[in-house]
């Protein structure tokens, strides 16, 4: 069935830093894959998702490029901010069906 | 702006216990779900739910789960005898699909349930 898999965390950085958050995927057919973000006490919020092969996410500073070769879908943001800190999700599902989900990344971003 | 409503916010309960989980889906939409996430590890989908019947469950979701749309509004998530592994955040979302395209699902803030 579907997978996905994500780098584990907590990942910490100092404001500013770079980020890179792995993801990949194990999907049949051509999924859409997305990143939710979950900020303490709140729920999941969808941060960007790309549709088909090749497709750029992007919101807020963040990316990601649906790689069918790879089949990756890694999550960059080039200066990260202290109120970047929160759970990542990345996850893939189709049209109207379930979301299948990563473990999550837990981003921790100090002054 | 529209947004997923979920009650309450943490149910503590005894195993054995009957729990009712309640979420209020984005008025307009008409796809449904349940999610649950066990501390610490992944969100795990549970059940869809669309024109008044499931759509599609997971193995987690057996004989002990149940959900229903009572009165167009509300979509709730029974636990009929709950057990100790029952413990999670439990997660609604809606979603409202149109033209065949996906849109995004919306997730409420999840109720904790805490079985003892």
Redesign the interface.
């Known amino acids: 069935g579907d997978s996905v898999t994500q780098m584990e965390g907590p990942v910490t950085l100092s404001e500013e830093a770079f980020l890179t958050i792995n993801c990949t995927y194990t999907a049949t057919g051509y999924p ?1 894959l997305f990143w ?1 973000v979950q900020y303490p ?6 941060l960007l ?1 790309a ?1 088909k092969a090749d497709d750029k996410g992007s919101n807020k500073g963040f990316e990601a490029t649906y790689r069918k070769e790879t089949t990756s879908f890694h999550l960059e943001k080039g200066s990260v901010q202290v109120s970047d800190s929160a759970v990542y ?1 990345c ?1 893939l ?12 990344t837990r981003l921790q971003v100090t002054l | 702006e529209p947004e ?1 409503t979920q009650t309450p916010s943490h149910q503590v309960t005894q195993m054995g216990q009957e729990v009712i989980l309640r979420c209020v889906p984005i008025s307009n939409h008409l ?1 449904f ?1 349940w ?1 649950r996430q066990i501390l610490g ?5 549970l059940v ?1 739910f ?1 024109n008044n019947e499931i ?2 469950k ?1 193995e987690i979701f057996d004989d002990q789960f149940s959900v229903e749309r009572p009165d167009g509004s509300n979509f709730t998530l029974k636990i009929r005898s709950t057990k100790l592994e029952d413990s999670a955040m439990y ?1 609604c ?1 809606s ?1 409202s ?1 149109a033209g ?3 849109n ?7 109720t904790r349930l805490t079985v003892l």
């Not at chain 2, 590890?41 to 989908?45: D, I, W």
């Not at chain 2, 995004?104 to 999840?110: K, S, Y």
């Open positions: 859409s939710y006490g709140e729920g999941l919020q969808l998702k549709t999700f996850a599902g189709g049209t109207a069906s379930k979301l299948t989900f990563g473990t999550g | 997923v796809y779900y999610y590890q992944k969100v795990e989908f869809s669309y759509s599609e997971s997660f979302a979603t699909p065949g395209s996906y995004e699902q919306f997730f409420g803030p999840g």
